[in-house]
C-alpha cells in the first residue's frame, strides 16, 4: 500500500540490475526489493550474486556477462516477463590518454558502453509488452558518470564513454533511447543516473 511517507512502490513489477551483485548495483537491488518490486540481480559474479539474492526473498540471481550476446541471450531464455531494465555493470581505468592502451580502451568500451546497447537490444521486446500485462511502461535506468560533466584526473576513459554528456545526452543514455524512438517511444521510459560528486569536493583526484 502506497503511503505518503513511502510513495516508491513498485510491487508486481520485475527487475534486472546488471553487475547487480555489489556497490551501486547491490544498493539498487536492495532498494528495488524494499520498494516491492522482483529482482534479478545479474552480475558475472555469479557466487556473489547468489550470496546476495540469498539475503533478499524477492531477489533471485542470474549468471550475465554484459559483453557477450550469447550469455545476454541465456539470460534472456529465464525470464518471462521485465519491467525495469537498470543498465549498471561496469568496470573503470586509472590512466591518462598517455598511459591508457588500445586494449585498455577496448575493454572498457565493451562492458561500459557497448553492453548497454547488446542488453537493452536484447530485452526490448519484454520491456515493450509491459503495457500489455498492466497499465506502465517498461523502463530502462542507465547508470552513468559525473565525468560526463567534470574533469577527473587519470580518468581519461570515463570521459570518452560519456564525453556526450556536456553537449547531448550521455552514450549511455543515447543507445537506448535511440532504440525506443525508432519503435513506441511513448511506452518507454529512459534515464541517466550520474553519479555524483560531493558539493563540497571541487576536483576529484
Ligand atoms: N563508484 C563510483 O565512484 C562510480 C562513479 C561513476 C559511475 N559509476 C558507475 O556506476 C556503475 C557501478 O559502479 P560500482 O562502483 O558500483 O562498481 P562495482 O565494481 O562495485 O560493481 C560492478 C559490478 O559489475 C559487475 N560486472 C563487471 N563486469 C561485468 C560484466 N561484463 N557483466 C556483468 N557484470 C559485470 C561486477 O561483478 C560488479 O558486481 C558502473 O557503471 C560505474 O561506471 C561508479
Redesign the pocket.
Known sequence: MQTRSDPFRLDGRIALV??????????TVKELARAGAEVWI????FP??ESLAASIPSARALH?????PE?IAAALAQLEFLDILV??????HVGSIETTEPEDFDRVM???VR?VYLVTRAFLPLLLAVDQRHDSVGTIVN?????GLVGIRQRFL?HQQRRHCRHDAPA?RRIPQNATRQRRLSRHRTNAL??GLPRQIPQAQ
Request: no cysteine.
Open positions: 546488471t553487475g547487480g551483485a555489489s556497490g551501486i548495483g547491490e544498493a545479474a552480475d558475472l559474479n556473489a550474486a550475465l556477462d554484459v559483453t557477450s550469455s543498465n549498471n555493470a561496469g568496470i573503470g565493451n562492458v561500459n553492453s547508470v552513468a558518470s559525473v565525468s570515463l549511455r550520474r553519479r
